[in-house]
């Protein structure tokens, strides 16, 4: 599994913008970027954590990918109610080449809930991968990245914004 210190792979694949248009995407802005996995659309778990994640954009860019198609993503975006005004871009990993560059595929052949945090370099300065069933913590994720962006040494339980050592 690609870690902490590693360069994120290049992709290209196709994806729903914050228009619900689809579009095709080939690379990782200039910015700090949350890249996070879930299973499936159309799944129980997944629009607590998505509708959650879109919260972070304030703070970097986010971006959720399934190995679900690019039709499937803007069909459920525009029918659940918790993702049909959706600020993130979903993108559509099919044939699950990043998800396999990453390796993060579970034994049931679906992406496992892996977020990478990535620097404007493209490098991942944070991995956290929960197994299907569990769902993240946005708040945690936004409090890594804060701390991350502070580029000081960062106590334990630090909350954002909080003080450096």
């Given at each position: 599994?690609?870690t902490v210190g590693d360069l994120f792979p290049d992709f290209s694949m196709q994806g729903v913008n914050e228009n619900n248009e689809i579009i095709p995407?080939?690379?990782?802005?200039?910015?700090?970027?949350?890249?996070?996995?879930?299973?499936?659309?159309?799944?129980?778990?997944?629009?607590?954590?998505?509708?959650?994640?879109?919260?972070?954009?304030?703070?970097?860019?986010?971006?959720?990918?399934?190995?679900?198609?690019?039709?499937?993503?803007?069909?459920?975006?525009?029918?659940?109610?918790?993702?049909?005004?959706?600020?993130?871009?979903?993108?559509?990993?099919?044939?699950?080449?990043?998800?396999?560059?990453?390796?993060?595929?579970?034994?049931?052949?679906?992406?496992?809930?892996?977020?990478?945090?990535?620097?404007?370099?493209?490098?991942?300065?944070?991995?956290?991968?929960?197994?299907?069933?569990?769902?993240?913590?946005?708040?945690?994720?936004?409090?890594?990245?804060?701390?991350?962006?502070?580029?000081?040494?960062?106590?334990?339980?630090?909350?954002?914004?909080?003080?450096?050592?």
């Amino acid at each position: 599994m690609k870690t902490v210190g590693d360069l994120f792979p290049d992709f290209s694949m196709q994806g729903v913008n914050e228009n619900n248009e689809i579009i095709p995407v080939d690379v990782l802005t200039n910015d700090w970027t949350v890249v996070y996995f879930y299973p499936k659309d159309f799944t129980f778990i997944c629009p607590t954590e998505i509708s959650a994640m879109d919260r972070l954009l304030e703070e970097a860019d986010v971006i959720g990918i399934s190995g679900d198609n690019e039709h499937c993503k803007l069909a459920w975006r525009r029918e659940h109610k918790d993702l049909n005004k959706l600020n993130q871009w979903s993108f559509a990993d099919t044939e699950g080449t990043l998800v396999d560059a990453l390796g993060i595929r579970s034994d049931e052949g679906v992406a496992l809930r892996a977020t990478f945090i990535v620097d404007p370099h493209n490098i991942i300065q944070h991995v956290s991968v929960n197994n299907l069933n569990v769902g993240r913590n946005p708040k945690e994720t936004l409090r890594i990245l804060d701390a991350l962006q502070t580029d000081e040494l960062c106590p334990c339980n630090r909350p954002v914004g909080g003080d450096t050592i």
